[in-house]
């Protein structure tokens, strides 16, 4: 079995999904961290590699590539961490 260091589209999906929704926190390979306080933030069109994250007054789009982590806010739940290289 091989360890793929990539996010995926479906652990995003995992996330963003939940049911209760619960925020989380998109860390990137730059050392930003989004937080995405409400499912309506985030929009995606899978199998695309991009995804876009609304703020207060702009957005982000974002290659899934460059994620790192995904993290409950609350510090529950999954996350995943990118493999050093």
Sequence with gaps: MSYNPRMTGEQL???HQAQPFRPFIIHLAD????EVRHPEMLAY????RS????TRDSYSVIDLLLVTELRQRNGVGRSRRRAAS
Excluded: D, E, H, L
Aim: aromatic share 26%; proline share 7%; net charge positive.
């Design 13 to 15: 999906r995992n996330f």
């Design 31 to 34: 050392g930003r961290s989004i």
């Design 45 to 48: 069109a899978f199998p695309a």
């Design 51 to 54: 995804f876009a994250v609304w």
